[in-house]
């Protein structure tokens, strides 16, 4: 899964390397380590606004109508059931692109997981990457406007069964979906399949410390 990320460069060295510019520079805060559980703003690219690097968005999506504890549930949504789950199924054709320059999992050194090692997972090509995601965007009865997203998660590639190994026994290791650069409008572009992007169908190759 992928609940932990990192986001290390500034407006301007994003909007340099993605050719992009940003929409509110003052709400990219460079960050070694963030907690997905604190519901942050990352830096992302929307289908809709290719051009532009928006920065209003915030992790854990939220339905329609749902309420805000509910995001808890939603930072990370399965490639393999997008359009089978409620939460999920609105979106599946809302496409984004969040911005990261590393994810964090932890290898379980023992069943119970009493000793863990962390890693830290980089591209293997480019020091900032993508991550798949999907949007909703609402506005309440109350008025407030709801800008979230979930990053899609697949099936885990060599490396990231052994580290993500919580769930070894039951076969269910997962690993963000990394899109390379050269493949972001293939991803926006909602006619293209999102399992096209699973696991071993997409497999970007990726390092970790």
Request: net charge negative.
């Amino acid at each position: 899964m992928c609940y932990y990320t990192q986001q290390g460069k500034t407006a301007g060295q994003l909007s340099d390397f993605y050719n992009k510019n940003v929409d509110d520079p003052g709400n990219v805060v460079p960050a070694a380590f963030i907690n997905g559980f604190s519901f942050p703003n990352l830096p992302i690219v929307l289908d809709t606004k290719p051009e532009l690097i928006t920065t209003n968005f915030t992790w854990g999506l939220v339905p329609t109508n749902r309420e805000a504890d509910f995001r808890k549930s939603t930072l990370n949504a399965r490639v393999e059931t997008l359009g089978d789950k409620v939460s999920f199924a609105p979106s599946i054709n809302k496409r984004c692109l969040v911005i990261v320059s590393a994810y964090f999992d932890w290898h379980w050194n023992d069943p119970a997981g009493k000793s863990k090692t962390r890693y830290e997972i980089h591209s293997a090509v480019d020091e900032i990457f993508y991550l798949a995601g999907i949007y909703n965007t609402w506005q309440d009865v109350q008025g407030a406007v709801w800008n979230t997203y979930s990053i899609v998660t697949t099936e885990a590639n060599e490396m990231m069964q052994y580290v993500h190994n919580r769930k070894e026994a039951e076969g269910d290791q997962r690993m963000p979906i990394h899109i390379l650069k050269d493949d972001e409008k293939a991803w926006l572009d909602a006619s293209n399949h999102p399992m096209e992007f699973a696991y071993p169908n997409y497999n970007p190759a990726l390092i970790s410390f």
